[in-house]
């Protein structure tokens, strides 16, 4: 799983696990983001806080509009940029130039397109929106248990684990994936410490088209790829277990992040092309999950071990879905074409 459809509302976390919301850890990503730092929050979250009227939230509230306001002129001045662009490559078509001022035209007729996009998504008011897509290193709201009480924390879904230096954190494989198999090993300092749990509604991948189809690659046939979306059957909320890391060094930015556990994947997410899924756990093990014992780490296993009875089918995402995966899936247009009968490579 690179991508999922989560919940993003904080508010509506606090009310299904009787928790609090972290107010003063939600300030400080969205003071962050607003003081220019990278911090990558998905709209949906903006907008659990731009829907409230309660006052202990209005110093968030403004730092969303603050953040939304800059955003929609950074847009702005890059319509009119391309706009002048695109004008005067126009101007330029028919001379010598002809083949630059062509691509030219091309780049800002894109480039006007995507801003224009981004403008009229910031701009919008979608009432009631608590599900959002989760992409490694966005920030989304996680639930936590931390000297007794529990608490919806936003989070980074890459972690950078406590004993990593944030020069090498590049270099690790897979952050925002913490492999069962791993935990005791590379997740030690996490694993029977600090658990979390997100509420997930669909997951997405790309998988490889061939093993989608289950053949081999054909003869001279480059690697396609399709992004799917798997969903629960029977349909229902997916309560992932997660690690989290406080990463704290001195002069440096404090980071809350977390990575989901995954372990080998169902057949049928197998049989799609997808080797891996996340770890799902039983409802009514949620907070012996988050409340775990140190000495005790065969018990955490065993929560993970007991998971609800659920299989996955799987569709193409929609084509908005597809424009705005990270990494961008190859060869979207006619891969449910029947393939054709040409011979794989020999083994």
């Known amino acids: 799983m690179y991508s999922a459809t989560v919940w993003t509302d904080p508010k509506l976390y606090a009310g299904h696990f009787q928790g609090h919301i972290d107010l003063n850890a939600f300030h400080e990503s969205f003071r962050r983001r607003a003081a220019g730092n990278r911090v990558a929050i998905p709209t949906e979250v903006d907008q659990a806080f731009l829907d409230t009227q309660e006052a202990e939230l209005e110093p968030i509230r403004d730092l969303v509009i603050r953040h939304r306001l800059a955003q929609i002129q950074a847009a702005d001045e890059e319509i009119a940029s391309q706009v002048a662009r695109l004008a005067d490559a126009q101007h330029r078509l028919g001379s010598k130039e002809a083949k630059a001022a062509g691509h030219s035209a091309r780049m800002s007729m894109h480039k006007i397109a995507a801003a224009r996009r981004r403008r009229a998504s910031l701009a919008q008011n ?63 300092t996490e694993f029977g410490h600090t658990h979390g749990v997100i509420a997930v509604e669909s997951l997405f991948e790309a998988v490889a088209l061939h093993r989608l189809r289950n053949r081999q690659l054909l003869r001279g046939e480059g690697l396609a790829a399709l992004e799917l979306e798997f969903l629960p059957t029977p ?13 704290q060094r001195p002069g440096r930015a404090d980071l809350l992040s977390f990575a989901t556990i995954v372990d080998r994947a169902p057949a049928e997410v197998q049989a799609a092309g997808q080797d891996i899924c996340p770890v799902v756990i039983k409802q009514e093990n949620v907070n012996a999950w988050l409340n775990p014992d140190p000495t005790d780490l065969a018990a955490s296993l065993a929560i993970l071990e007991d998971r609800p009875a659920v299989s996955y089918e799987h569709f193409p995402s929609s084509a908005e879905r597809e424009r705005l995966a990270r990494p961008a899936p190859a060869k979207i247009i006619n891969l449910w074409k029947p393939p054709q009968s040409r011979s794989p490579l020999a083994a």
């Open 235 to 247: 349909r229902q909320t997916l309560y992932v277990a997660c690690l989290w890391s406080h990463w």
């Open 126 to 188: 979608v009432d009631g929106c608590q599900l959002g897509r989760m992409f490694p290193g966005s920030f989304v709201p996680i639930v936590t248990v931390q000297d007794g009480q529990t608490l919806i924390r936003p989070m980074r879904y890459q972690c950078r684990p406590s004993s990593v230096e944030r020069r090498m954190e590049n270099l690790l494989e897979s952050p925002h994936h913490a492999r069962k198999d791993c935990l005791q090993g590379r997740w030690r």
